[in-house]
């Protein structure tokens, strides 16, 4: 419980303090005033007050904001040609974009470290298993780490591929009969493959062997870059996939995403480094949504302001926001269902 409670803190902190500091930092530079930079909502823990902008950490770690002179348009705005609704609509167009542009960022920062100070794992060819997940059909048949795979119901294996082919026939419930080496001698072993909801496949619940490369700065980088598109692009599809469907069954809330943050930080700082990386982008792209509330939904709003030349009345935006929230209120309240489900149910 305390390592899911410091792995959840460590991880919605990082996230919110970058994309909070892309808003900060750039409100500052287009010249806006910030009364407060907040992580965290509830009750101030800590503040502290520095020029004109109060620094403060909130009792909720889930979240954050910038408190900008003029952004509220039910507020009184006191800041003169510094607010900002005063702002050019590039300005403020930069500034809500800066969040998601810092959540874009971070992930080929940390993708980076973790290349270059841990090494790049190159899956093997060769049919020998390098990791067998816990409580999957592998594990149960009595598989493990470092087995090599001699054949396959009666099939000669020479490759990873043509072993991972052969115990996908047959489907869900299929009995294989494997001959495996282990220590120099031969055992054989029955597993049968079951239906994986994310992969959307049967599966045994192994991963190849790989080997260690470690790359340098330069080389790191540019795998950075390649993962943290890759991934953007997965996302992009699984996001698409859930909108074709308009099925929310695999949506998690908070409570969700501090569970698998402590299974993740139970495996070791790295793989948490890696998680952390896959919420950022995650985190960047459904904040670019055109949905009112979030930073897409106030992009587009800029975007009209720029062709008709004029912000749209108040009236039109207090019930756009109005509407906003309570989409996304709805939306949260369904994944924390989502979460009791998995979490305390067991589904």
Excluded at 60 to 78: Q, R
Excluded at 275 to 296: E, H, R
Aim: glycine content about 12%.
């Amino acid at each position: 419980m305390v390592l899911t409670i410091a792995a959840a803190v460590f991880v919605f902190g990082l996230l919110v303090l970058v994309h909070e500091l892309g808003h900060f930092v750039t409100a500052k530079l287009t010249g806006m005033r910030v009364d407060e930079f907040a992580i965290g909502f509830g009750p101030q823990l800590i503040a502290v007050k520095y020029g004109e902008t109060v620094y403060s950490l909130r009792a909720v770690p889930l979240g954050g904001f910038n408190n900008i002179a003029g952004m509220d348009p039910e507020a009184e705005d006191d800041a003169g040609e510094r607010g900002y609704a005063r702002k050019s609509v590039w300005a403020r167009m930069l500034v809500i974009l800066a969040g998601s542009a810092m959540n874009f960022l971070l992930p080929v920062f940390l993708y980076w470290g973790v290349f270059f100070f841990s090494g790049v794992a190159t899956p093997s060819t060769e049919p020998v298993l390098g990791m067998v997940l816990p409580d999957r059909p592998a594990a149960q048949a009595g598989l493990l780490a470092g087995d090599r795979v001699l054949s396959v119901d009666g099939a000669p294996v020479g490759s990873w591929q043509e072993f991972a082919s052969a115990v996908q026939q047959g489907g869900e419930g299929t009995s294989h009969a494997l001959v495996i080496s282990r220590g120099g001698e031969e055992q054989e072993l029955s597993v049968s493959p079951a239906y994986d909801k994310t992969s959307e496949r049967a599966m045994i619940g192994v991963m190849s062997s790989a080997t260690m490369e470690h790359p340098g700065a330069v080389r790191s980088a540019q795998l950075a870059v390649q993962k943290t598109g890759s991934v953007i692009s997965m996302m992009v599809y699984e996001l698409y996939k859930i909108i074709l469907k308009l099925s929310g069954a695999e949506l998690a809330g908070p409570i969700g995403v501090a569970q698998m943050a402590g299974q993740v930080a139970q495996m070791g700082f790295v793989p948490l480094l890696n998680f952390t990386a896959f919420l950022s982008l995650n985190l960047a792209i459904i904040n670019l949504l055109p949905i009112p509330a979030l930073d897409g939904g106030h992009f587009v709003g800029l975007c009209v302001e720029a062709v008709i030349g004029r912000p749209m009345g108040p009236r039109f935006t207090y019930y756009a926001q109005r509407v906003g929230i309570a989409l996304l209120l709805l939306l949260m309240v369904f994944a924390t269902k989502n979460d009791v489900v998995r979490v305390f149910l067991g589904g």
